[in-house]
C-alpha cells in the first residue's frame, strides 16, 4: 500500500470516530510511520485519535505530536487538578488508593507508588486521564514482582495459545528477573499486537512488557 492510499485510510478513520474532531488533525505518513499533529480540547481526544489510528491496516509506527490545548476560561490550576485525581482515585474500587500518589505540573499528572496487578495501574491511570484540565498523564507506578521468570513465561505462553486473535507461535517470549518480559516476532496488525501485551500483562507478576513485535 502506498504512502497517499494509507494516509486517506488514516484520515478517514479519524472522520469516522465520533469522539474525535478530525479538522484540527494533520496526518503525515512516511514508509508506513504515521506522524499525527495539530490540537484536540482534551487528553481523551487525543488518545481515541491514536487508538483509530492503529485501527488502520498497514501502520507501521505512530508519532504522536497532537497538543491538548485548553481554552484559556476552562484552565484549571494544578492544585485542584491533583485534588479531583486524589478523589477519584479513592472512588475507584480496582485501585489501591493508599498505594497511589499524584503530582500535578502545568497540567500534567504524574501517578507513582506500587501496586500488585497490571490492571490496578491501568485502573489508576484512567481514572485521572478524563479529569478536566489534565494534558497528559506519566503513569510511573511499579508493579511488585511475586513469581519465579519460568512461571511467568510458561503462564504467558499458555495465555497466547489460548487466544484465538493471535498466532502463538509466530511470538517469542523471554523472561528477566523482575518479571520483565520482551516479546519478538511478527503479528499481522495492530490488533493483534495489542492483544499478545494484553496476554503478557494478563499474568501475575509481571512488571514490564517489552513490545518488540512487528506488523508482517
Known amino acids: 500500500m502506498s504512502d497517499k492510499s494509507l494516509r486517506q485510510l488514516i484520515i478517514d478513520e479519524l472522520d469516522f470516530e465520533p469522539s474525535v474532531n478530525s479538522a484540527h488533525i494533520g496526518v503525515v505518513v512516511e514508509d508506513g510511520v504515521v506522524t499525527l499533529s495539530g490540537y484536540v480540547t482534551n487528553y481523551t481526544e487525543k488518545l481515541a485519535a491514536e487508538a483509530a489510528t492503529q485501527r488502520v491496516k498497514g501502520v507501521q509506527a505512530i508519532a504522536q505530536e497532537i497538543e491538548v490545548?485548553?481554552?484559556s476560561d476552562k484552565k484549571t490550576a494544578d492544585d485542584e487538578i491533583a485534588k479531583r485525581a486524589l478523589d477519584i482515585l479513592r472512588w475507584n474500587v480496582q485501585v489501591p488508593h493508599e498505594g497511589v500518589k499524584v503530582k500535578v505540573h502545568d497540567g500534567w499528572v504524574t501517578?507513582?507508588?506500587e501496586v500488585d496487578w497490571q490492571f490496578q495501574k491501568t485502573a489508576a491511570e484512567n481514572s485521572v486521564r478524563a479529569l478536566s484540565g489534565v494534558s497528559g498523564v506519566l503513569n510511573d507506578i511499579t508493579i511488585r514482582s511475586r513469581v519465579q521468570p519460568i512461571d511467568v513465561k510458561l503462564k504467558i505462553?499458555?495465555?497466547?495459545?489460548?487466544?484465538?486473535e493471535i498466532e502463538a507461535q509466530a511470538i517469542r517470549v523471554s523472561v528477566l528477573d523482575g518479571g520483565k518480559i520482551t516479546l519478538k516476532g511478527n503479528v499481522?496488525?495492530?490488533?493483534?499486537?495489542?492483544?499478545?501485551?494484553?496476554?503478557a500483562w494478563s499474568v501475575p507478576g509481571v512488571t514490564t512488557v517489552n513490545d518488540e513485535l512487528r506488523i508482517a
Open 157 to 164: 505462553e499458555n495465555a497466547l495459545k489460548r487466544n484465538a
Open 188 to 199: 499481522h496488525d495492530w490488533h493483534e499486537r495489542e492483544s499478545a501485551r494484553l496476554a
Open 111 to 113: 501517578i507513582s507508588g
Open 69 to 71: 490545548r485548553y481554552p
